[in-house]
């Protein structure tokens, strides 16, 4: 059996997490995630649970909606009026496969993850690509004698006992 340890959204989450309340303007939202240089933000409410999820491509959706006028930057609408909030999550157990499969079959660049109801970190896709990386490598540092060669799994909800029956 190889000990193949595949990466669970605990593993490749990022923790450090930019994050926008509903209140804020599309405005002061726009400027965050350039400062910050992220493409998007969990959106908490006065509880901190989240609440939306806020990107760049909701803001840039204002600037062609009608709602935006360069005299008007304090009527600008909020993040509220902008943000998606039927927000899709994952646990943080889910493993690397798991993530990718939901990746692809709701074509968005990042999953909230929430443990007992708080967000604890978000997945990118550019997560998914580092934790894949960071598989192989291991993998590569293991005795000849113990790899699996020609193995290739494909994004499923493929449980950790079922790699690891392939795998003995």
Do not use: W
Not at 81 to 101: H, K, R, S, Y
């Amino acid at each position: 059996m190889v000990d193949t340890i595949i990466p669970t959204a605990a593993d490749i989450m990022t923790r450090r997490l930019v994050t926008l309340r509903p209140d804020t303007s599309v405005l002061r939202a726009m400027r965050t995630l350039l400062e910050k240089r992220v493409s998007g933000a969990p959106v908490l409410n006065a509880d901190g649970q989240l609440c939306g999820i806020v990107s760049e491509l909701d803001c840039m959706r204002i600037l062609t909606s009608g709602q935006f006028s360069q005299e008007s930057h304090d009527e600008c609408a909020r993040v509220k009026d902008i943000m998606t909030a039927d927000v899709q999550t994952i646990a943080p157990e889910i493993d690397l496969f798991g993530i990718a499969q939901r990746f692809l079959a709701q074509n968005i660049r990042r999953l909230p993850v929430v443990e007992y109801g708080r967000l604890v970190g978000v997945v990118s896709r550019r997560d998914v690509l580092t934790g894949v990386e960071t598989m192989r490598s291991a993998a590569r540092q293991q005795p000849a004698a113990r790899r699996v060669t020609g193995l290739y799994l494909s994004a499923s909800d493929s449980t950790t006992d079922e790699l690891d029956s392939l795998l003995e």
